[in-house]
């Protein structure tokens, strides 16, 4: 009987030394789901689910020569936490409703990857924040970190950029991120300068459907915008659209303005308040998961594309204070 016992034991014993568990402890979380989520390849697949008692959950995990980053998500998050547990144990803290000042402690991977986000978040300028982000990338080129923190930070790169960053990369590396950016790099090849149009159907302000093939050639310039009542920046762009549309509409100059916006009132009253007065304004009120700006490679906002009246596309990120200079060069 004894060793019965003790054969037990050193069972459990054995099955607790190949598990690891994901500890989260959130306030305001009681009753909630909680979802532990990895990617494969690009798609990201729910592992396993939980319902918050006390405001805690716990998932128990399977170690594994796989150190890709796992995914807590929690019903009503907008997006999910990304964590690095290496096989080690990890404690999720903080409240369900702040999700910005959740900590994460786990693996010596995601105390670098903590220390690194908290530094980044404090810089603004957009070209310190690809250099930032460069050097962590290289410093941890061996590290699955390198292509989630890439991945994250990819609209401050270039193509060109990318392709050299991920040659560098193991090729033997477990990483959905590196899929990921790869995915990305062929979408941003789809749109490069010299690339003819993507066709898409979005609803306009009307709800009628605005089909944008409908439209190449018969204007001289295109301006394909995408934009959000909800983006400061988008806003700050704004009145200079309007002053070129104004100067150029009757020259060959049309605007297609694509919002990334989810209320439709938002969007509606952002048109009025900012007096975009171009016919063409769409959206499918589904934000970030907007069909056109994800056939357009669209990371951030605000972004455009200037098509010629042959549906190709000659440039692309124009800023506002650019833009006459540009037109003037076509259009007169």
């Known amino acids: 009987m004894k060793k019965l016992v003790l054969a037990l034991l050193v069972m459990v014993g054995m099955v607790s ?38 405001n805690q959950a716990v998932f128990k995990v399977k170690q594994s020569d796989n150190t890709d980053a796992y995914c807590i998500m929690v019903k009503g998050w907008k997006r999910p936490l990304t964590l690095f547990a290496d096989n080690q144990d990890v404690m999720i803290s903080g409240d369900y409703q702040k999700y910005n000042g959740i900590t994460i402690t786990a693996s010596e991977s995601q105390e670098k990857l903590n220390k690194f986000m908290s530094e980044v978040n404090t ?9 930032f982000v460069l050097d962590f990338v290289k410093q941890n080129i061996d590290n ?15 193509l060109n950029d990318l392709k050299n960053l991920m040659v560098e990369m193991p090729s033997d590396m477990k990483s959905a991120y590196k899929d990921l950016v790869v995915e990305y790099m062929k979408g ?20 009628n459907d605005f089909n944008f093939k409908d439209i190449i050639g018969k204007s001289k310039i295109i301006i394909l915008d995408f934009w959000a009542s909800w983006c400061p920046d988008c806003r ?34 952002a048109i009025e308040d900012d007096n975009l007065s171009w016919p063409n304004h769409v959206s499918d009120l589904k934000g970030w998961a907007n069909e056109a700006a994800g056939l357009y490679t669209i990371a951030y906002i605000p972004q455009n594309l200037i098509i010629d009246e042959n549906g190709i596309i000659i440039k692309k990120n124009v ?9 003037v060069s076509i259009l007169n």
């Not at 699955?144 to 270039?158: D, N, T, V």
């Not at 690339?195 to 009307?206: G, R, T």
């Open 123 to 131: 810089i603004e300028d957009e070209m310190e924040i690809h250099y």
């Open 17 to 54: 030394c190949n598990t690891f568990k994901i500890n989260v402890n959130l306030e305001n979380s009681d009753g909630k789901t909680v979802y532990l989520q990895r990617y494969e390849g690009t798609e990201m697949n729910t592992l396993d689910s939980v319902i918050a008692k006390d």
């Open 188 to 207: 941003l090849e789809m749109t490069e300068v010299g690339m003819p149009f993507i066709p898409f159907v979005q609803k306009d302000v009307n709800g």
């Open 236 to 269: 700050k762009e704004n009145p200079g659209l309007v002053e070129v549309y104004k100067e150029f509409k009757d020259k060959g100059l049309d605007i297609v303005s694509v919002s990334l916006d989810v209320n439709e009132a938002a969007w509606k009253k």
């Open 319 to 327: 800023p506002s204070e650019r833009m006459k200079e540009l037109l």
């Open 144 to 158: 699955p970190i390198a292509p989630y923190a890439l991945y994250r930070y990819k609209w401050s790169f270039e």
